[in-house]
């Protein structure tokens, strides 16, 4: 790498070298380096698609969610690649969502499905958003069904069935969910699977056994901001 980024220094005009530093650096998850060679590049190369896709990616991945915004919806009319210009999408989208622009975050991800209909990572994505905000429930569960098609044993699209089922109210079917994603995530499970097997559970009529998946919810990250609620009265209040 640092031969690379030497190349660039000497040759600044080189595009094939900028881009190899900007590959290695996206795969090694060298995120502030990422983002500080891909404004270099795109000073230089104002017209290349690449460069603005890995800067719109490092500024998400660094929670620079307008800064990425900008560069994502720029930089999309500069990728002719259909895959990337996907990719592009999905970020835009998960940026949008971030700032809770959901309108905006809902045509980048039909963008992104129109580029790649089969894009599971954003049929999931959308699914979540949906089933969170408790609307078109019935799209959701169609989306959340074909990500699960293309990736049967991803815990985290197993949870977003679980979650479109339970707002859908079928929380037997639910439960079978759920469990199937914590089982698949038994190593390393989220506070968000323990907290909505609690949710689900409770709607069942299995209080006790909520309050405890609740609980152990509390131990680990990813949870709701509503969880000490649910702890502290018992109940629900959704």
């Known amino acids: 790498y640092k031969a690379l980024r030497e190349a ?10 900028w881009a190899l530093c ?14 500080a060679d891909a404004e270099s590049a795109l000073k230089l190369f104002p017209d290349q698609g690449l460069a603005y896709y890995f800067l719109g ?7 620079k969610y307008a800064e990425a915004v900008s560069v994502l919806d720029k930089g999309r ?47 999931n994505s959308y699914a ?27 815990a985290a699209f197993l949870d977003t069935y679980a979650w479109v089922l339970y707002q859908l109210g079928d929380y037997a079917q639910a439960l079978e969910y759920i469990d199937r994603a914590l089982d698949l995530s ?10 909505h097997k609690g949710d689900i559970l409770f709607r069942l009529g299995e209080i006790e056994e909520a309050k405890n998946f609740w609980l152990r919810a509390s131990e680990l990250r990813g949870t709701s901001d509503q969880l000490k609620d649910k702890i502290n009265t018992g109940k629900l209040n959704d």
């Not at 660039?8 to 070298?17: I, V």
């Open 186 to 195: 038994s190593e390393q499970p989220s506070g968000e699977l323990f907290e």
């Open 128 to 154: 979540y958003s949906l089933a969170l905000r408790k609307m078109r429930l019935e799209k959701a569960k169609t989306m959340s069904s074909k990500s699960l098609e293309l990736e049967p044993n991803n």
């Open 22 to 35: 900007l590959e290695i650096a996206a795969l090694q998850s060298w995120n502030d380096t990422l983002e």
């Open 57 to 63: 990616y490092a500024k998400f991945i660094n929670a």
């Open 8 to 17: 660039c220094r000497l040759n600044p005009a080189a595009w094939g070298n």
């Open 77 to 123: 009319f500069f990728v002719p690649d259909p895959g990337i210009k996907a990719e592009m999408q999905f970020f835009l989208g998960l940026s949008h969502l971030e700032l809770e622009h959901f309108d905006k975050a809902y045509e980048a991800y039909e963008r992104a499905l129109k580029l790649n209909p089969n894009y599971a990572g954003v049929l």
